[in-house]
């Protein structure tokens, strides 16, 4: 085991934004525990992956426990894991409500919370929320009050978490995204996607990959949330 080597865990690690954060910190040098349901072994001796729902407390008790003993410390939490689900608020199911409620926040809660335990020990760390830039500029042509219930809590616990944790080491951003081409949005979809942003495109995930190793390596940022949007947040 390598102590000066960093340990970042990544959430939602099986495809997408996560999937290229995965690449972006080991290209770092950093160790990585990727998690997500449908994630496989990695042929990489430094990425640990773990298998299993995120809302699942028992998921991120392996993710943290196994990647305490395989790396030794835990740097980094990019709860990344996130599920959308736009509809009018009338037709919400129990089954949507509990399904975006499980994944974007109590998969938030759990690990969130043993991995500050584990960085309270080393006096140090950083966790960024990926959350979206809806929260701050609802649509009235994309209704999703499921998202904004959920990513905007996400928000706000960021800014609680990074005053909480200011003077234990440990810094707290987010990151809140305009609509990014991942395997989320099909793509005959994006030509309608690309309209909703002021500068006429939508976002690549390497624009998000990119925000979060800015909030990675600026030590004096905390309680951010960093809108890379295309401009949503500001207007129309
Ligand atoms: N793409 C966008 O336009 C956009 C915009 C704003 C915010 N975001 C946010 O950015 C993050 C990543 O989005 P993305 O575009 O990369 O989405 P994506 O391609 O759909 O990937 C989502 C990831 O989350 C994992 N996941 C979903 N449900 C899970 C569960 N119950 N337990 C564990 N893992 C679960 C998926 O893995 P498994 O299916 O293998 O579990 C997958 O790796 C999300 O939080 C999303 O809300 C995206």
Known sequence: ?????????????????????VKAYRDRNYQVVATARSIGPSDDDDV??????IADRQTAERAITEGMSWFGRIDTLVNNAGIFIAK??????EADY??????????????????IAAMEMQHSGHIVQITTSLVDHARSDVPAVLASLTKGSLNAATKSLAIEY???????NAVAPGIIKSPMHPIETHAQLDAMH?????????????????????SFVTGEILHVDGGQSAGH
């Not at 009018?88 to 199911?93: E, G, R």
């Not at 399904?99 to 043993?114: D, E, P, R």
Request: net charge negative; glycine share 12%.
């Open 98 to 115: 509990a399904a975006i409620v499980g994944v974007n926040i109590t998969g938030f809660f759990h690990i969130t919370q043993l991995a």
């Open 1 to 21: 085991m390598d102590i000066e080597r960093k340990v970042a865990v990544i959430t939602g690690a099986s495809q997408g934004i996560g999937a290229a954060l």
């Open 198 to 218: 002021p500068v006429g495109h939508m976002g690549e995930v390497s624009d998000i990959v990119d925000a979060i190793l800015y909030l990675e390596s600026a």
């Open 166 to 172: 200011a003077k234990h080491g440990i810094r707290v």
């Open 88 to 93: 009018p608020f009338t037709q919400y199911t």
């Open 48 to 53: 640990l992956t773990v298998s299993g729902d």
